[in-house]
């Protein structure tokens, strides 16, 4: 299973972007059920979670500090997940990377990175004051 994030990039403050992870590899369908999520890394600071969602009813999970900013969706047909990220501030800036889990993971525990099984390259998100 390969996943591909794209779409960061260079921004002001208060603009927006839209990160796309794609899903690549022989039985990843069978994963589309399951918990996809998007956690970030900003300079000298440890991965984070971003924005979570659950494929069979969608459930979706954020953060704080991004909640009614940030959207979180998937598009089964495609396995691709995407992060729409509004109102965008200079502390959002860091690499974002995408992730997925193989099996089914309680909700209390979609936020741990340890969770994941399978991870994307990043994408560099800079957002400028």
């Known amino acids: 299973v390969q996943l591909q994030a794209s779409g960061g990039g260079l921004v002001q403050s208060g603009g927006s972007l839209r990160l796309s992870c794609a899903a690549s590899g022989r039985s990843f369908t069978s994963y589309n059920s399951n918990v996809r999520g998007w956690f970030r890394q900003g300079p000298g600071k440890e991965r984070e979670f971003v924005a979570a969602i659950r494929g069979s009813g969608g459930g979706t999970y954020y953060t704080d500090s991004v909640k009614g900013r940030f959207t979180i969706s998937r598009d089964n047909a495609k396995n691709t997940v995407y992060l729409q990220m509004n109102s965008l501030k200079p502390e959002d800036t860091a690499v974002y990377y995408c992730?997925?889990?193989?099996?089914?993971?309680?909700?209390?525990?979609?936020?741990?990175?340890?969770?994941?099984?399978?991870w994307g390259q990043g994408t560099q998100v800079t957002v400028s004051s």
């Open positions: 992730a997925a889990v193989a099996s089914y993971i309680i909700t209390s525990r979609v936020g741990r990175p340890d969770e994941y099984d399978y």
